[in-house]
C-alpha cells in the first residue's frame, strides 16, 4: 500500500460548483498534514495546512479524520482559477519526511 | 528574503555526464529536500538533509545519485553517468528545523534534459 493516496482525477466541474477531493495515508503515526497546489510545470506552493479540527480558509475547507487515516479537501463556488494539481502531503513526526500523494487534478469549466 | 533558489532552471546533458543541481535555501532554513518528478506524474521524495547529515535517503537510488548539504553554500543533488531515464524536473524544498507543523517552500525546479 502506497504511504499517501490521492485519486489522480481528473475531476471536471463547471464553474461555481462544489468539489472535494480525498487523500489516504498509511502511516498512524503521521502528525502533520498540508494541501498544495501545483499548476503546470511550476513548483507546488502551499494551500492550506489541515488542523486535527479542521479549517476553513474562504471557499477552501480541511479536515482530519484520523480515525479512518484520511483528509479531505473542499473546494466551494469554484473559479477557473482554481484548475491545478492538488497534492496532499504528510508528515510522519520523528523522521519528518514529507511525502506527497501524487495529486488530483481538477479542471474547472467555464 | 529570498526564496528558495534553485539552478540552473535547464540542464541538458549528454548520456555518460554528470549533472549538478543547486538548492540554496531559504534565509534560516536548514533542513532540505530533493523530490524528482517525471512528466505527469506526481513529487517522488528522493533525499532528506540538514546541514552536514542525510537523515534519510531512502528514496535515492543506489548507485549514480548523491546528495549534500555542506555547512557552507548550497545543496547539491549529483548524478553521475546520466541516462535518459533521469530527464526529470528535480525539487528541492526547504523548512526551518522547528517543529513538525512547519511548511515546506520549494524552489521553481531544475529541469533535467538527457540527450
Known amino acids: 500500500r502506497k504511504e499517501v493516496e490521492q485519486d489522480p482525477g481528473p475531476f471536471n466541474v463547471p464553474e461555481g460548483a462544489t468539489v472535494a477531493f480525498n487523500c489516504t495515508y498509511s502511516?498512524?503515526?503521521?502528525?502533520?498534514f498540508f494541501w498544495y497546489r501545483q499548476d503546470c510545470r511550476k513548483e507546488p506552493k502551499l494551500l492550506m495546512s489541515v488542523y486535527s479540527s479542521g479549517n476553513e480558509d474562504g471557499r477552501f475547507t480541511a479536515q482530519l479524520n484520523r480515525a479512518s487515516q484520511y483528509i479531505s479537501l473542499l473546494i466551494r463556488d469554484s473559479k477557473l482559477s482554481d484548475s491545478a494539481t492538488y497534492l496532499c502531503?504528510?508528515?510522519?513526526?520523528?523522521?519528518?519526511?514529507?511525502?506527497f500523494g501524487t495529486g488530483t487534478r481538477l479542471k474547472v469549466l467555464a | 528574503n529570498a526564496g528558495v533558489m534553485q539552478n540552473p532552471r535547464h540542464l541538458v546533458r549528454r548520456r555518460g555526464q554528470e549533472a549538478r543541481l543547486r538548492c540554496s535555501p531559504m534565509?534560516?532554513?536548514?533542513?532540505v529536500y530533493w523530490y524528482r518528478q517525471l512528466p505527469e506524474e506526481g513529487l517522488k521524495f528522493m533525499v532528506y538533509?540538514?546541514?552536514?547529515?542525510?537523515?534519510?535517503e531512502s528514496g535515492m537510488p543506489k548507485e549514480r545519485f548523491s546528495a549534500e548539504f555542506p555547512k557552507e553554500g548550497p545543496s547539491i543533488l549529483r548524478i553521475q553517468q546520466v541516462v535518459r531515464g533521469d530527464s526529470a524536473a528535480y525539487f528541492c524544498a526547504s523548512r526551518l528545523p522547528t517543529g513538525v507543523n512547519t511548511e515546506a517552500f520549494f524552489g521553481q525546479g531544475t529541469r533535467l534534459t538527457v540527450v
Open positions: 538533509l540538514q546541514k552536514e547529515n542525510i537523515i534519510d
Open positions: 502531503v504528510v508528515v510522519t513526526s520523528g523522521t519528518y519526511k514529507y511525502i
Open positions: 534565509k534560516g532554513h536548514s533542513h
Open positions: 502511516n498512524s503515526a503521521s502528525q502533520s
